[in-house]
């Protein structure tokens, strides 16, 4: 039946091969590694506390002395010893530096707020502290899980950054009928979603015609905001912490 | 009436009966050599020395499987998460049946109704270290006795009768990685282990003790030091000392050959090969030894200098047939690295290799059967097929002599992204370099699957050994790390991560049956009778599941 398949693919010569550069390889690990170790304290822009504005002061110091504060902490202050090696010290480095060059200034969060709460639109499917839509992200404290630039980026372009947890689906009913939704589940005789609206659903595939990965419905706000008014959203969203 | 058939009358002075052991309780290694013969048993891991995981039992058929019924459960007694997951295959030996519960405890009990004669309870060490959950596959059989490796480097042998320690040796030291995990392998009079620790930059071995007294007999090094063969081949700083070479799957025996075969586990550090150029022998290879003094006879490399981690620790499938015209003595071998092997197995000559999932890390062989290899780990990043976690691991793939077909249970359209990184050994801990990305989680540890298709999925594949040629293909949403069993009357029983567990017909994969287990199937089926009834057994989650159809 599929004979022969094998020999046709390797003779097609299968090369998919992809290259990451070195600095894009660094961010990443760099960002898992500050995710994980410094936002706590310094916040997704490395902004908050006492420490103050880690990220801008990045770019001011030397790489060495950078990666030696990361390694060895700051003597009477919170910050203690990381315990990270040298290499990834460096990696954290090299993300405080992208932070600082990728951050939104300015912006008025009152406006930012009045925006998000009414002409928006985004509590038809964002929740804020109890309030709005189930389907999405909810937006409680996303201040302090979120760079300012991931959430300019996400309000411009919904499909740039998109967690496995929140991938929308088609599934195309024998019947005719489309359920669109939040994948929650899947296996090889079942699907389980969340509905657009809010249902939990679960759908057999002997129902099924086609289930379809689709684009975030959310809709890009690029024509709908100036760059002004754009910082001011993500001023306002920068601001709700837990 | 107890199993046997044997009145135990409860009056004084019948002391004698009390020692009368059965002769058939007694497993010999002539019943080892001839356990074809007693398919209602399951004697070693692999069912026989020739692990082709096939039963002759002919019960359960495609005509009846959709009526097979659970007939009883056992559950684990310690915590059976995602990382301590239930690997053990049980053996059968008349009616009692003998498993390990996760992390090392062996279980005894009545293969009619799953009820607990004992338990024997190992306590690891807080010195153990394991890279990939405290797990067991099994026990082997000698005689009265079993034998267990632990996960903090003992080898145990426990009375098959009461469950008590006979003796135990350390076989090397859990605080520098060295774990057992692997279900030992008994041939004569010896019983033959190797360790895991691939991670932990150990110098792996095959090790032979004595059943009655743990007297280490032989050890053959896969990992050869200065003035062994294959030392050569380990270039840069002394690199052979924490060259890896583990061994953590249930090797093969041919008794007419008197060859023993095991696959051998991937070099250290892992993903970075810089610190030990050269092939890096034995490492991802099948080694042909003399059971008697461990001397090694052949071998074959399927990944030289292998910077993927792609362990060579698969069940070397000893399958005869005619082939290409000839009538011949095979091992076929579905590798981690994607490739279907065919070897001599008297003389380990590479006869053919093919992709039985997408590979892009080589593209053809040379006529010794060594692969040209086009992609490896680089500092920027790269992407090669299949994943680092393989095409198919160390779960058990099955040939039928029926069908003549060789199912593996496979993980298709995998990759991962391998960077290279500095690596420095350190005592103790994990010596592999930077992980590697995987779209799938190597573990199963999440309960919900939202993965893109293109991120990879499980499957039973169905290959020709003749031609490579995939005749039939059951594909799951996600992947598997269970085992299959193959029936002479053309089932295949195997599961996945869903939890599913499928009988399937053996020619074409039609599922016929399935049922829904709840847990991770990581563990080979088995199929074995009592009283002429038979049953199918499968580890799910933290049960054993066994099945059997109606009376």
């Not at chain 1, 500050?34 to 770019?59: F, K, L, N, Q, T």
């Not at chain 2, 499987?65 to 559950?75: G, H, K, N, S």
């Not at chain 2, 059951?474 to 295949?492: E, H």
């Amino acid at each position: 039946m599929r004979a022969g398949l094998l020999a046709a693919a390797w003779l097609a010569g299968i090369q998919a091969q992809e290259t990451f550069t070195a600095i894009e390889l660094d961010r990443s690990e760099g960002g898992a590694l500050y995710e994980a170790r410094c936002m706590g304290c310094h916040g997704p822009d490395g902004a908050y506390g006492d420490a103050g504005d880690i990220a801008a002061r990045s770019v001011e110091l030397a790489g060495d002395d950078l990666v030696r504060v990361i390694i060895g902490g700051v003597a009477g202050t919170a910050m203690s010893p990381s315990g990270l090696t040298a290499f990834e010290a460096g990696t954290v480095a090299a993300y405080l530096r992208f932070v600082a060059s990728d951050r939104v200034t300015g912006g008025d969060a009152a406006r930012g707020r009045e925006f998000v709460s009414n002409d928006g639109g985004c509590l038809d499917c964002h929740a804020i502290d109890g309030v709005g839509g189930l389907i999405a992200p909810d937006l409680t404290g996303i201040g302090s899980r979120r760079r300012s630039g991931q959430l300019r980026d996400s309000l411009l372009d919904p499909n740039a950054e998109v967690r496995t947890e929140y991938r929308f689906v088609d599934a195309r009913l024998r019947d005719g009928n489309t359920v669109r939704g939040r994948l929650l589940n899947q296996d090889t005789f079942s699907v389980q979603l969340l509905s657009m609206a809010g249902r939990l659903t679960a759908i057999s595939r002997a129902d099924l015609d086609a289930l379809e990965f689709i684009d975030s419905p959310m809709p890009s706000y690029g024509d709908r905001l100036t760059s002004g008014a754009l910082n001011d959203v993500v001023r306002y969203l920068t601001t709700l912490r837990p | 009436m107890n199993r046997n058939g044997i009145a135990i009358v409860l009056t004084a002075g019948i002391a004698a009966l009390a020692c009368v052991v059965p002769a058939s309780a007694q497993i010999t290694a002539e019943r080892l050599l001839e356990a074809a013969d007693e398919p209602e048993n399951w004697l070693t891991y692999s069912g026989g020395y020739d692990s082709l995981r096939h039963t002759t039992l002919s019960g359960i058929t495609p005509e009846n499987v959709a009526d097979l019924r659970l007939e009883w459960v056992y559950q684990v007694r310690s915590r059976a998460g995602a990382a301590e997951k239930f690997e053990a295959t049980p053996l059968v030996v008349d009616g009692v049946m003998y498993t390990v519960t996760p992390p090392n405890d062996v279980v005894a009990l009545d293969a009619l109704t799953g009820r607990v004669f004992w338990i024997y309870s190992h306590t690891p060490s807080q010195d153990a270290r394991v890279c990939c959950g405290r797990v067991n596959r099994g026990v082997a059989i000698h005689g009265q006795t079993l034998f267990m490796g632990t996960i903090d480097a003992r080898l145990l042998a426990i009375d098959a009768r009461t469950g008590r320690l006979k003796w135990d040796v350390q076989v090397g030291d859990p605080r520098l990685g060295y774990a057992l995990t692997v279900a030992p392998l008994v041939v004569k009079d010896r019983v033959v282990v190797g360790p895991a620790g691939g991670e932990y930059g150990i110098r792996g071995f095959i090790v032979a003790y004595d059943v009655e007294t743990g007297e280490e007999a032989w050890r053959f090094n896969t990992v050869p030091g200065p003035g062994e063969p294959g030392n050569e081949t380990w270039g840069g700083d002394e690199s052979w000392r924490t060259g890896g070479g583990s061994i953590w799957v249930t090797g093969s025996y041919d008794p007419d050959l008197d060859l023993m075969y095991w696959g051998v586990g991937n070099p250290g550090p892992d993903w970075n090969g810089d610190s030990r150029p050269g092939d890096n022998l034995y490492t991802d290879s099948v080694v042909a030894l003399d059971p008697d003094d461990g001397s090694l006879q052949w071998h074959y490399q399927f990944t030289p200098h292998d910077e993927m981690d792609y362990d060579a620790v698969q069940i070397p499938v000893l399958a005869d047939m005619n082939w290409r015209g000839e009538d011949r003595r095979l091992m076929l071998w579905a590798n981690r690295n994607g490739l279907l092997y065919v070897l001599d197995r008297a003389t380990g000559e590479f006869l053919h290799g093919s992709p039985f999932v997408e590979v892009n890390w080589m593209d053809g062989f040379d006529e010794n059967g060594r692969p040209n290899q086009v992609l490896a780990p680089s500092e920027g990043g790269t992407l090669i097929m299949p994943n680092n976690q393989g095409a198919t691991n160390w779960y058990s793939p099955s040939y039928s002599p029926e069908t003549g077909l060789f199912y593996i249970p496979s993980w298709v359209d995998t990759f991962s992204v391998y960077t290279k990184r500095p690596v420095e050994y350190v005592e103790g801990q994990q010596f592999v370099g930077a992980f590697p990305t995987m779209a799938m989680p190597a573990l199963g540890t999440r309960p919900t699957n939202v993965r893109l298709p293109e991120e990879g999925y499980g499957a039973i594949q169905a290959v020709d050994p003749e031609t490579g040629a995939i005749e039939w293909m059951f594909p799951m949403t996600d992947v598997t790390d269970s085992g299959v069993l193959s029936t002479a009357t053309n089932l295949v029983f195997a599961g996945g991560r869903e939890g599913y567990f499928y009988g399937l017909d053996a020619r074409d994969g039609t599922m016929l049956w399935r049922q829904s287990l709840g847990g991770q199937i990581a563990a080979g089926p088995m199929s074995y009778a009592v009283n002429g009834r038979q049953y199918v057994a499968i580890a799910a989650g933290a049960g054993l599941f066994v099945f059997a159809l109606p009376e």
